[in-house]
């Protein structure tokens, strides 16, 4: 057996609240408490029965009607949704709410389905219950009010239910900045991973540079003639190398564009089928399904000009390459005829032209590390500015947080003191080190602890 109390309001009682929501009443239809009804009044109201009556089943129906649930994958909410699967079963759980604003709706709600609101006049409205705009409920099972007496991260929680709104906005800016600080990271390590790899190649850029420096200008006779040859032989292997660069390029940018083709029109045929559209709804789908088709072919054929135009450069390109392959044939037999008149310098040029190439293989390499050095200190100078940013909604949270727990000292000193220590939780700093100290022969845990608490 259980019961409700009410406690009238001027009784004597005092109760805390917090504007005027109230739930006005609740009616359970299926499931361990099939046709449990009852109205709530204004004020306190208890719920007594023993233990297994569905004393916390009812607050957690609550809760989950009303879209209140702890975070995702928390074992908190694991846990209340097993409760309410075990015990609404088919059921459903249906509330009675009024805002603070004196408005009146109801919300109803069955296992694995969305919060149904309507409004008194028994219309469906497009209320998004989880934001807590316009209704909010604090629920707290007795785990979660243990937990609030013995884990400050908890209380930190409750604390920040009294500004849950402007709080969650710096917690959304912070998370956007925190996801694009990793994208950042992720793309400095295999970036100074590249730079590595070409420091590693270009260090005997110098080596060879002294010893072209060494040989001195080519000697004898027809020398002039010779050195010319020789030079244009090596920008003749530079113009294949960059033809041949942006050719791949086009190449490989044609075929990314490609992919994409159909991409959107595959997506709205996969998502929109058939028996939908010929649903009770299917006017409503078939007119979004051919607007989106619509645009789906716009996209499609702007796709396909961007590829036309990539066609049209990659034949720029083949012919390009066709005209200089036969044009340096020819430029070739000339360069390997002034060697056979000039045969005391062939091994001049030679030499020359081997390092020459090694030398500009090399050279391009630097400028390649030099771009990406630059482009590093781009992300390296948006990374201090996003860490700035993330510092600064920090310090907002922060002050946000000690000016709710000011409120609550004027309100309830001298019994209950509330302070915020920033930065204090060391839990994540902790678990980081011990991962760090990982294969290391020492016990790791206890030295993350202690550095943490040296912090």
Not at 383 to 403: G, I, K, P, T, Y
Request: aromatic share 4%.
């Amino acid at each position: 057996m259980m019961h409700w109390e009410s406690v009238p309001e001027g009784s004597g009682t005092q109760v805390m609240t917090i504007g005027t929501s109230q739930v006005r009443s609740i009616q359970i239809t299926g499931g361990f408490l099939d046709g449990l009804q009852f109205d709530l009044d204004r004020g306190l109201n208890c719920l007594i029965g023993a233990r297994g009556t569905g004393k916390t089943t009812i607050l957690e129906l609550v809760r989950y009607a009303l879209d209140a649930l702890p975070a995702n994958g928390s074992p908190e909410r694991h846990r209340i949704e097993n409760l309410v699967k075990a015990n609404l079963g088919n059921g459903t759980i249906e509330l009675t709410i009024e805002t603070r604003d004196g408005v009146v709706y109801k919300v109803a709600r069955s296992w694995q389905d969305n919060p149904i609101v309507q409004n008194s006049n028994g219309q469906a409205v497009d209320i998004a219950l989880r934001t807590g705009r316009v209704f909010r409920a604090d629920i707290y099972s007795q785990n979660e009010i243990e937990r609030i007496a013995e884990q400050s991260m908890s209380q930190l929680s409750l604390i920040d239910n009294f500004e849950s709104d402007e709080l969650a906005k710096i917690e959304q800016n912070a998370r956007t900045l925190t996801s694009q600080l990793e994208t950042n990271a992720m793309s400095l390590k295999p970036m100074q991973d590249q730079i590595d790899g070409l420091n590693g190649e270009i260090a005997g850029l110098p080596g060879i540079q002294e010893k072209l420096e060494a040989m001195g200008p080519i000697t004898g006779q027809n020398a002039e003639v010779v050195s010319k040859a020789q030079h244009d032989k090596f920008l003749r292997e530079r113009e294949t190398g960059a033809v041949n660069e942006i050719g791949e390029f086009v190449y490989e940018y044609g075929n990314q564009i490609k992919q994409q083709q159909g991409r959107v029109l595959q997506q709205i045929q996969q998502s929109f089928q058939q028996d939908l559209l010929n649903g009770p709804n299917g006017v409503l789908l078939k007119d979004a399904n051919q607007s989106l088709l619509a645009g789906a072919s716009e996209i499609d054929a702007l796709l396909q000009s961007v590829c036309d135009k990539l066609t049209d450069m990659d034949q720029v390109l083949c012919q390009t390459h066709s005209t200089l392959k036969q044009t340096h044939a020819q430029q070739e037999i000339a360069y390997q005829n002034i060697l056979k008149e000039n045969e005391d310098l062939r091994n001049q040029a030679n030499e020359r032209t081997r390092l020459t190439r090694m030398s500009g293989d090399l050279i391009r390499k630097q400028n390649q590390r030099d771009l990406l050095i630059q482009n590093q200190a781009k992300l390296q100078a948006e990374r201090v500015e996003m860490l700035n940013a993330l510092s600064e909604l920090r310090d907002q949270r922060f002050n946000l947080r000690n000016q709710i727990a000011q409120r609550i000292n004027a309100s309830l000193n001298p019994d209950i003191r509330v302070t915020i220590e920033q930065a204090g939780n060391h839990a994540q700093y902790r678990s980081l080190l011990s991962d760090a100290l990982q294969g290391v022969r020492i016990t790791r845990n206890v030295v993350a602890q202690r550095i943490a608490d040296s912090i």
